[in-house]
């Protein structure tokens, strides 16, 4: 196991192969599938969209994007991870330090990075979403709601062979939805553990984020409000 840097406290990772900073394992992600994800973002893509795909990993959302026809850029702080990831553009960096001299169409902050438990982190991450959004363009997240909290926990099959096991425990504190969150994984007799600390954001706590960042909620993507789009916020003369 590779022990975790003050970034990623509240993450720690178990099994074996390489273990990222923020606990992921890098065969596991390699095999992930991509599920639903690609039906859902479908209806936000416009045609051959310049992507930007922030904390990528192994390419389990860039390599059906590429695939679509998009354009896509693979940031993640894992070289190992990027490894994994063909026939697109891969930029080794922390999502918050990333500053690129283009725009994007399209930037894609999924796998619930935003619901980090430290503001000021969740603030950097939003932060180099507006930065690297073109002013007509989206910027879709994938966020823990506090419903989900109420369907997470158990046995799934996640597809590609693999299982999982999950147990989500309420831990709320000063008025913060915090909630810890085991994760167990299992590919035949490879098993790997990821434990992390969340926070939960519904509409109104996101937008205040967001507001922070210069962006503005949107609409949702999925009915259970987990996609949302947000896009640049508009001054009173525009």
Not at 76 to 84: I, N, Q
Not at 168 to 188: M, P
Request: hydrophobic share 35%.
């Amino acid at each position: 196991m590779r022990k975790q840097g003050q970034r990623h406290s509240h993450v720690v990772g178990r099994g074996p192969g390489v273990i990222t900073p923020d606990g992921c394992a890098v065969e596991l992600w390699a095999t992930l599938p991509p599920g639903d994800i690609p039906v859902i973002i479908g209806p936000a893509l416009p045609a051959n969209a310049r992507i930007l795909d922030l904390g990528a990993g192994a390419g389990r959302l860039t390599h059906p994007l590429t695939a679509a026809g998009h354009h896509v850029t693979a940031v993640d702080e894992s070289a190992e991870m990027l490894s994994r990831i063909h026939q697109a553009e891969t930029i080794c960096s922390t999502i918050e330090s990333l500053r690129l001299d283009r725009k994007f169409d399209v930037v894609l902050l999924a796998s619930h990075l935003v619901n980090v438990p430290d503001t000021t982190e969740r603030n950097g991450l939003l932060t180099t979403c507006r930065h690297h959004v073109a002013e007509d363009g989206v910027v879709l997240i994938q966020r823990f709601t506090r419903s989900w909290v109420q369907e997470a926990s158990g046995p799934r099959y996640l597809g590609a062979g693999i299982k999982s096991e999950t147990r989500v425990e309420s831990k709320n504190s000063a008025g913060c939805d915090l909630v810890s969150v085991v994760a167990r994984y299992s590919i035949g007799d490879q098993h790997w553990e990821q434990e992390y600390i969340t926070r939960l954001l519904d509409d109104s706590d996101l937008s205040i984020d967001l507001n922070r960042a210069r962006l503005q909620l949107d609409r949702w993507l999925s009915e259970d409000g987990r996609w949302v789009v947000a896009k640049p916020e508009r001054s009173p003369s525009q």
